[in-house]
């Protein structure tokens, strides 16, 4: 694929790849509960940055719970830092649950509470990016806009080029790949989460999470396999290294910062902090564990005392 800002193809069968892919959307898709507008659109947001880099299957009871103890904005404006860590619990990358709650307290202040309607707001607010807008305004508000993550783009590459998206950010000409596919919306004749560019979104990332997967692509499964270029060019490249090889978890900085938050969040009761003897059972190396510390301090994850005991933020 080159980078210029159009695809270098023509699209064949692109009709026939949405009527199949919204049949079998509708017949197939998981039945996550934030999906088919069971909830509002505050929820719709919190289910996308719970997922991100997160499996769907992990993040179900963590949004159930989180959502049932602070439904809205205001309601998790103004919980303690504390217990949003603590209900975060092992979703990976605890950072992004204080900048879900920095951005509750933008909406609950200067939107009355309701989520903005326009991706420039979305896109403006805290811990927000081009996916995250884009997803919020085709899952939550119905609007007709491209959805562009690593799922969509590995499905429409292999689907419409015939070639593997290799990772890393996305491209111009992939981007304009997606707007290209994104089907004509009547507004006036379903309901939002119905509406043909919503299920396109909806249909393309689901396939790409749990048929057209990056290693071990279930083609047997597929419901587009008759039309896909790459299963038809005998799926040249399958397997190949993604540009941005995922990060080992053994021995890494993040897993001591889980170690030290999952510590914390799992206190005996009554206890508000760990002493140093504590954090140093933690982890054997002991220069490792002391920076790990000060970068979840820093990132306000903890609190780190002037006895050097370290606790949640108040």
């Keep these: 694929m080159n980078d210029t800002n159009e695809p270098n193809t023509e699209i064949e069968n692109a009709e026939a790849v949405a009527d199949a892919l919204a049949e079998w959307w509708h017949a197939s898709a998981r039945d996550l509960p934030w999906r088919f507008g069971r909830t509002t659109t505050w929820g719709v947001l919190v289910s996308e940055v719970m997922s991100q880099q997160t499996q769907m299957s992990r993040v179900v009871p ?15 404006a103004d919980a303690a830092k504390a217990d949003v860590i603590t209900a975060w619990g092992r979703l990976g990358y605890p950072r992004r649950a204080l900048r879900l709650q920095e951005c509750a307290r933008v909406v609950a202040s200067d939107y009355d509470n309701k989520l903005p309607r326009t991706y420039d707001e979305l896109l403006a607010l805290p811990g927000i990016g081009d996916y995250t807008a884009s ?12 959805v562009v993550d690593t799922n969509i783009r590995r499905v429409l590459s292999r689907v419409f080029l015939g070639e593997e998206s290799l990772g890393g950010a996305a491209r111009p000409a992939e981007r304009a790949l997606a ?13 939002r989460f119905d509406r043909p560019s919503v299920v396109w979104n909806q249909s393309v990332m689901e396939l790409g999470a749990t048929v057209c997967t990056a290693k071990a692509p279930l083609c047997e499964a597929c419901p587009v396999s008759g039309h896909c ?3 038809h ?14 990060q080992r978890f053994q021995g890494t900085d993040r897993q001591v910062r889980g170690l030290v ?6 206190l005996p009761e009554g206890a508000t902090a760990l002493n140093r003897k504590s954090l140093e059972r933690l982890w054997d190396d002991h220069i490792q564990l002391d920076r790990c510390i000060a970068s979840l301090d820093e ?6 005392l002037p006895n050097a ?3 949640l933020p108040v």
């Design 62 to 76: 963590y949004w159930n719970d989180w959502m049932e103890r602070w439904p809205d904005a205001v309601a998790l």
């Design 179 to 191: 707007k290209q596919m994104l089907p004509q919306d009547d507004a006036s004749k379903c309901r």
């Design 299 to 304: 990132d306000g994850l903890i609190e780190i």
């Design 261 to 266: 938050l999952n510590a914390l969040r799992n």
């Design 233 to 246: 060019n005998g799926r040249p490249g399958l397997g190949e290294r993604r540009t941005r090889p995922r």
């Design 135 to 146: 997803a919020v305004m085709s899952f939550a508000f119905g609007e007709r806009i491209a």
């Design 229 to 231: 270029v790459f299963l």
């Design 309 to 311: 005991d370290v606790r």
